[in-house]
């Protein structure tokens, strides 16, 4: 199958939930085609290889992207968030080697949102990049992005991407927050969030912070009797989890505890 369509009709905000498992290199192009009142959640799980997702949601609906990643992944997202709709994305990647992640999401609709959260766990030489772009297009868009990530073991890890409030939406927000917690000195890790502003009555804002783990929870979670390598693990861990809110099932959620700590 070159190109999975899902459209999904009229159903009064009704839940409806998808799940594509282990897609092959055969789904390159998948398209979601999301109506009017939706609440639809859809969950994609280890893709491989490269990866073309487009969408269009409708007004006034709830969507759910949620995506667990654990192989290398070439994976490019667009799309467009029609008025009143919020499209809320978690992305949990512990996956080896590399990976290239960009997006591109237009709030077209009055008052649509998008709220995009990440965590990436990078080890081992792994090299990966995330850029992720909103463009917010209309009266009182609002759009949130937050990357978490952890660089160890002469890995490479970095955050990117726009929020570019165009000329005209008046009463938009626009706020980023990229963070990632470095082990070694070998490790790259780079936060670079940027915010492109065109009109005046808005409100936006950025964060980004890279560094290594404090000293002063080291020093209280080794005065607790831990050993500094169980501390490390305890803070990184503590550091990723609010991923989890992402995936309801409680199983899923356990694997990708086990993932993380696997990891670490």
């Given amino acids: 199958m070159d190109n999975i369509i899902l459209k999904t009709s009229h159903n009064n905000l009704e839940s409806n939930s998808y799940t594509f498992d282990g897609l092959t290199v055969l789904d390159k192009d998948l398209y979601f085609e999301i109506g009017d009142l939706q609440n639809v959640s859809i969950l ?4 491989n290889e490269e990866r073309n997702i487009t969408f269009k949601i409708g007004k006034d609906s709830v969507v759910k992207y949620s995506f667990l990643q654990v192989t290398p992944i070439n994976l490019s997202i667009k799309g467009d968030v029609d008025a009143s709709s919020n499209l809320i994305c978690y992305y949990a990647d512990f996956g080896e080697e590399v990976v290239k992640l960009s997006t591109d999401i237009n709030l077209v609709g009055e008052a649509s949102q998008c709220t995009w959260n990440l965590a990436s766990l990078a080890s081992n030489k792994d090299n990966k990049e995330f850029d992720v772009s909103i463009y917010l297009r209309n009266l009182k868009t609002e759009a949130y992005i937050n990357n978490y990530g952890v660089a160890r073991d002469e890995s490479r890890l970095l955050f990117s991407g726009i929020c570019h409030i165009i000329n005209g939406a ?6 980023q927050n990229s963070k990632i917690m470095v082990f070694d000195e070998k490790s790259d890790a780079i936060a670079k969030p940027i915010l492109k502003i065109d009109d005046n009555d808005i409100e936006a804002s950025h964060a980004a912070v890279v560094g290594k783990i404090s ?3 080291m020093f209280y979670l080794t005065s607790k009797g831990l050993s500094e390598a169980e501390a490390r693990e305890l803070i990184t861990y503590g550091y990723l989890k609010p991923i989890l809110n992402g995936f309801e099932d409680e199983k899923l959620q356990e694997s990708i505890s086990d993932m ?3 990891r670490i």
């Fill in 170 to 175: 008046h009463g938009s927000k626009a706020h």
């Fill in 44 to 47: 994609f799980l280890n893709m």
């Fill in 215 to 217: 000293d002063e929870h």
């Fill in 260 to 262: 993380i700590e696997g």
